[in-house]
């Protein structure tokens, strides 16, 4: 009697590696949100502010893989007020946000438990940050706007760990990406679908 149950749970375990298995060979895109840390140096910015990604990879090994992703970082307005003057106070108004395409190289630690991963990954963004500054003296006069838009290719970096429910996973991944204006970062929760 107890060979039977036995059996099918043997059975059940096989199907479940095999399908995993399979799974490892699979493409996979997925979006996710969370906190991101937007920073814009020359105004001395450093907001925690709500950001999200898009996600598509691949996975041809068990410990490798490959990814491209498209991150936003979400935006910021700051007002600054400087001391009062005979006309008033002078006001600086700004506004700043960031964004970047990322491709990734990922490397899985060998984690004894098929539903479960932990991964690192390391590549190169193409990080755009755009602040808008204006300055108003005593608010009296027309304001001065300064725009910077800049760009900056550079390598970036993550960690992460993911939960597969067969076809769908749930991750909680860390990224970070040196911008120009920056160094920006994403910490986020996402939902991927395995094809």
Known sequence: MRIMPTLLLGSALLVGTGADAAG???????????????????YQIDSHVTGWKVVAGWRP???????????????????????????????TQISTDAHATAAFALAYLPVPVPWFDLYAKLGGAHV????????????GTMPTYI???????????????????????????????SGSQGTDALLTLAVTANF
């Open 24 to 42: 490892l060979l699979d493409f996979y895109v997925g979006a996710g949100a969370g906190q991101s840390t937007l920073r814009q140096d020359y």
């Open 147 to 177: 725009v910077t838009d800049s760009t900056r290719t550079s390598v970036a970096w993550g960690a992460g760990g993911q939960f597969k429910f067969g076809l769908p996973a749930i991750r909680l991944e860390y990224e970070r990406f």
């Open 61 to 91: 090994l068990d410990m490798f893989g490959a990814e491209a992703e498209y991150a936003d970082f979400g935006s910021k307005d700051v007002t600054y007020v400087n001391g009062p003057s005979v006309s008033g106070p002078n006001t």
């Open 128 to 139: 755009q940050s755009n602040t808008t500054a204006r300055y108003c003296a005593a608010c």
